[in-house]
């Protein structure tokens, strides 16, 4: 069998199974991080009682997040051949009735309904797709999020899923397959927009028997939940990606990075990597391909500095995450000194759909350089906080206003936080910006994972610095000491200010510092280490000139309570030290 | 616990590590999932069996503040401290629940029943402000919820927990 054969007969069986199930009603609920937070499993467990209790033939699946995180838990209910209705702020107590509702046909009856999503109509409910919260989005990445259950790779592969990886091994080279990418136009989404066949590129030249595709899933951005969100919601297509990328660079080897703890993530990510070598898909010789390529899922403590490259590499050796210098670079000496390619996780979820439908469909889609689209976590003050995928080529105003719904507690938008910490903040006038890479940096923002955090006016920027600082402050990985220190006299220095009892000089002890931070420090970590607070200088500083000068926060937002979490204290570690009369010498 | 019983775990949890790669960091994170905590015993274990100093092995647990070097309570509550949490109130949810602990940071009640700490990001930050009792997510945690979340678990007191 040829591999393409081989594949139709894997996407048959797993037709042939979703279309078994579509001839019963199917019932969903989101159970991703949003939805586990709202508490979905409270709810999936009533569905799962009152299902099996009234003996009704309905699958009670579990999926990932749709995006409307501010809904959750969400409920969606498809009679057989029907769209999908879906219940939102759902409770257990719910249950009953919406099951109910849907018996009868009257699905309005059941609580509050956010609308319908596919073809058809059910007792005119509103249609979500002609909302501009849909309408303004292109889901490409998250095609399935939300659709397809995490934890069985039939359904992806009924949805399209695998045929890329197909098509790379059978109809392509692996030259062809890296064109295919550069031509596509796709950036990388970790942070620094590097076109990612470019840097595929990289590793094709080395013939060393050893080389590995990293996937980075440190997501350590607070704000941001996309990686995750993926991973949760579409494994998959996280896993083909990567698959793919295994293919186009010669890598035999692939290692999911994830922090420790999240475990939705985690376990969704080793279970579709064990169903993906049950299918073929992944260990020796792919689809009789004569490609193989193996892959697991590793971990990392906490540690925002391991989502750093060469901090990664650390990490995944089992030692402190610590940023190496470069070069040599990963592509010339990564993990155990192998060639590596690393990119974020959003990355390689697209790489599936560039494959299949090729890189010029997907370079007509986006803005300018920036191809392709944006995965969005909208938090903070608005009424519908969410992940959305959305074009490049909206404005950051469209995103907050039009999708997110615009600031919840009334009042302005006062700033937008991007980018994670590093990104420091924007001011209203942001709102008009494009989302475009080069248009961002421009205006001095930063797109980075994808995180927006929205503040209204009630908000004082000194009191968001803080938050910032101090994350980045208890985050710094102690190997360059003007990011170490310099961080610490940071925080020190804006605790002072935040409590109004900060000196003249504050400001530009502060600018002293982050110019050292920025010239001597080996990683972003250091060297952007000052943005949160140079950022909302440059749009507040006027905030800090009252808590300076008249002594007082001007939002009364400051509340000059500075709990934050500390590192391992030497007290901790006691069983460290050598007892008395043990020796001196350090344990061997 | 016995110290033959403690090391037995340890050895099961570094030994029967599903993943192909095996290090120093990977096997800490396994005792750490077996025990919730990394006693002397487990730094010994792995050193010899990474072949690696006792000192190296130190330095990567004292690194990543997740491992801790005594039992944790019974319970483990973490409080979001991120940025979209800190916006939507979690300094005054913090103090919340120091109150109702009898804490003022991070740490572990007096009888032993809770651990508290602070959490960068729980990644439920469409559901700001987020806390978890026992890795279970609670999000739009308002004051009240908070108290109830742990008063529901100093009830428990030692019983169940997030131990395995
Ligand atoms: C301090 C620091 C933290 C980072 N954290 C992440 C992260 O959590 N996830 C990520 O994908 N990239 C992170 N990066 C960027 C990575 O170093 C790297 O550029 C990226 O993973 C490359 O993938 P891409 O080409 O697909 O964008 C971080 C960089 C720095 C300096
Ligand atoms: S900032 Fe609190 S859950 Fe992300």
New binding site residues.
């Given amino acids: 069998m040829t591999v393409a054969e081989k594949f139709q007969s894997i996407q048959d069986a797993a037709q042939a199974h979703v279309a078994a199930q579509e001839s019963r009603t199917r019932i969903r609920v989101g159970v991703a991080l949003c939805g586990h937070a709202a508490g979905a499993f409270a709810v999936l467990d009533a569905l799962r009682g009152e299902a099996a209790s009234r003996g009704l033939d309905a699958a009670v699946q579990e999926v990932g997040c749709i995006g409307f995180c501010y809904a959750e838990p969400l409920v969606d209910v498809q009679a057989p051949g029907g769209p999908r209705v879906f219940y939102r702020n759902v409770t257990p107590q719910q249950v009953p009735t919406i099951l109910d509702a849907v018996a009868s046909g009257r699905w309005q009856d059941a609580g509050e309904v956010l609308g319908t999503l596919g073809e058809g109509s059910v007792d005119s409910i509103a249609r979500i797709e002609d909302g501009d919260q849909w309408r303004l989005q292109a889901r490409i990445a998250t095609r399935n999020c939300g659709s397809v259950d995490p934890g069985d790779i039939r359904e992806y592969i009924a949805a399209g899923g695998y045929a890329g990886l197909a098509k790379s091994l059978s109809d392509m080279t692996q030259e062809e397959l890296i064109e295919e990418i550069k031509s596509s136009g796709l ?8 076109p ?1 066949g470019v ?1 595929w590129g990289f590793l094709q030249g080395s013939n060393r028997p050893n080389k590995y595709v990293l996937v ?6 607070p704000g941001a939940y996309n ?1 995750k969100g993926l991973i949760e919601s579409d494994p998959h297509t996280v896993v083909e990606g990567t698959i793919i990328a295994g293919r186009a660079t010669g890598a035999n080897y692939g290692y999911i990075f994830i922090r420790h703890g999240h475990d939705g993530p985690i376990d969704r990510a080793k279970e579709a990597i064990l169903q993906a070598y049950e299918q073929g898909l992944l260990g020796e010789d792919i689809l009789g391909s004569g490609f193989s390529f193996d892959m697991e899922v590793a971990l990392t403590g906490d540690s ?2 391991a ?3 060469t ?2 590499m650390e990490a995944i050796e089992g030692k402190r995450s610590m ?1 190496r210098f470069r070069p040599p670079f990963p592509a010339q000496a990564g993990v155990w000194g192998n060639p590596s390619n ?7 979820a697209y790489v599936p759909e560039v494959v299949r439908l090729g890189g010029e469909w997907f370079s007509e889609i986006g803005y300018e350089r920036s191809k392709g689209t944006a995965i969005l976590c909208l938090t903070g003050d608005v009424n519908y906080p969410g992940m959305y995928e959305v074009p490049f080529g909206l404005t950051l105003g469209q995103v907050v206003n039009d999708i997110a719904g615009g600031v919840a507690s009334g009042g302005a938008v006062k700033l937008l936080q991007t980018g994670g910490p ?1 990104g420091g903040v924007l001011g209203p006038d942001s709102l008009e910006i494009t989302l475009d890479y080069e248009l961002m940096s421009q205006a001095g923002a930063i797109l980075g ?1 994808g995180g927006i955090i929205v503040a209204s006016e009630d908000v004082c920027a000194v009191d968001l610095a803080w938050n910032m600082v101090a994350f980045c402050q208890y985050e710094s990985c102690g190997k360059c000491f003007p990011c170490r220190l310099g961080m610490t006299h940071l925080l020190d220095t804006l605790e002072r200010i935040a409590s109004n009892a900060g000196r003249a000089a504050d400001l530009d002890l502060m600018r002293t510092i982050g110019k050292t931070m920025g010239m001597g420090s080996l ?3 250091g060297q ?1 280490g000052f943005n949160p607070i140079s950022s909302s200088l440059r749009h507040f500083e006027e905030d800090f000139r009252v808590h300076l000068e008249e002594g007082r926060c001007p939002t009364g937002s400051c509340t000059a309570r500075f709990h934050r979490p500390t590192r391992t204290s030497p007290t901790a570690v006691a069983g460290w030290y050598v007892e008395e009369g043990a020796g001196t010498t350090p344990k061997a | 616990m016995a110290d033959d019983a403690l090391r037995a775990r340890i050895v099961r949890a570094v030994t029967e590590q599903p993943q192909p790669t095996v290090t120093v960091l990977s096997s800490l994170l396994a005792i750490e999932d077996e025990l919730g905590w990394i006693p002397q015993e487990a730094i010994e274990e792995v050193a010899s069996r990474q072949s690696v100093t006792q000192n190296d092995v130190w330095a990567v647990a004292s690194f990543y503040p997740n491992f801790r070097f005594s039992p944790p309570g019974t319970h483990m509550v973490e409080v979001c401290w991120g940025p979209t949490c800190h916006l939507m109130g979690a300094q005054r949810l913090l103090e919340r629940v120091h109150d109702a602990l009898g804490l003022d940071g991070e740490g572990d009640t007096a009888d032993g029943a809770v651990t508290l700490r602070y959490n960068t990001c729980l990644g439920a930050c469409g559901q700001a402000p987020v806390v978890s009792a026992d890795h279970h997510l609670l999000g739009r945690a308002s004051a009240e919820a908070v108290d109830a979340l742990v008063a529901g678990l100093r009830a428990a007191g030692r019983n169940g927990g997030h131990q395995r």
């Fill in positions: 950036r990388g989404r970790g942070g620094a927009a590097f990612t840097k980075n899933c440190e997501e350590g951005d990686d925002y500095v989502g750093e490259e901090a990664l940023p690393i990119n974020n996780v959003k990355t390689l590093l994972s990683c972003g970590h952007l």
